[in-house]
């Protein structure tokens, strides 16, 4: 449920990210790329886009458990890497405004410029992030290549944002990516199209079995939206249209999560 649309002062004012899970096996052919209906339902059609997607961390995933993900991402057709500093905050109950509260007491509050605040809807979890992007230029690498260890932790380092790099104490995130090691990478598929006036995303993502041997391929349909009562009638309805299909699966799977814990 929505909590109240009310938006305190101090609070940042976040988009809305609808993420919905889609049964790989009803969606996906025997190749591992959606079935024509499906493209044709979100009117999405080809090239598909490729990304590649690395996480940094200890052994001991010491940056993750205090709720920060530093990502390194290359988009097929962009001439950078994409670096996101991501802090994350669980919304219990559905208290959105009260979890952008506790951001403001962190310091992410309406003053905030150069972070953004993003509240993503799946079928039962909420989660508010605040993110800080940086773009760091690929040039030397093949187009969908990420860098290694040792340049991953330089270039991280060298764009972290003062708030991430000093959550604990001074330096110390900067600190523990000197010891970090890599959690992936992922080389996930996506197709854009349109629905309910909205651009959609349609992402196919192939990452190690939670049983240790074999793939698991997630299907997530998501689009971005400004308005909290149109994200959640819009994730209604089109939690409806893939029920519908015979498409949706009914639970939700946060793919950083099963990154750090799988790889």
């Not at 339902?41 to 080809?46: D, K, L, Q």
């Not at 506790?102 to 079928?123: K, M, N, R, S, W």
Request: glycine content about 4%.
């Amino acid at each position: 449920m929505a909590s109240s649309t009310s938006q305190p002062a101090s609070n940042m004012v976040p988009k809305y990210e609808v993420k919905l899970l889609m049964d790989p096996t009803n969606v996906l052919d025997s190749n591992k790329r959606l079935k024509p209906t499906v493209l044709e339902t979100f009117t999405a059609a080809p090239p598909v886009v490729k990304m590649a997607i690395q996480f940094l961390d200890t052994n001991t995933k010491d940056i993750y458990n205090k709720d920060w993900s530093p990502r390194i991402r290359k988009v097929q057709g962009k001439a950078d890497f994409e670096l996101t500093y991501k802090r994350r905050y669980t919304i219990a109950n559905g208290e959105i405004d009260a979890t952008l509260a506790i951001a403001a007491e962190d310091g992410f509050d309406l003053a905030t410029t150069i972070y953004e605040a993003q509240v993503d809807l799946g079928y039962e979890k909420q989660t508010l992030s605040i993110n800080r992007d940086e773009f760091h230029p690929s040039s030397g690498y093949d187009a969908m290549d990420l860098p290694g260890e040792e340049h991953s932790r330089i270039m991280l380092t060298e764009h972290a944002p003062e708030k991430f790099d000093n959550w604990v104490k001074k330096q110390w995130i900067t600190d523990k990516l000197k010891e970090s090691r890599i959690y992936g990478p992922v080389l996930a598929q996506r197709y854009v199209g349109e629905w309910g006036g909205e651009k959609v995303y349609i992402e196919m993502w192939p990452v190690k079995a939670a049983i240790g041997t074999g793939t698991e391929y997630i299907v997530e349909a998501s689009f971005k939206v400004r308005k909290r009562t149109k994200a959640f009638k819009m994730r209604q309805e089109l939690m409806d249209l893939l029920c519908t299909k015979g498409w949706f699966l009914a639970r939700d799977f946060l793919r950083t999560s099963a990154i750090m814990e799988r790889y």
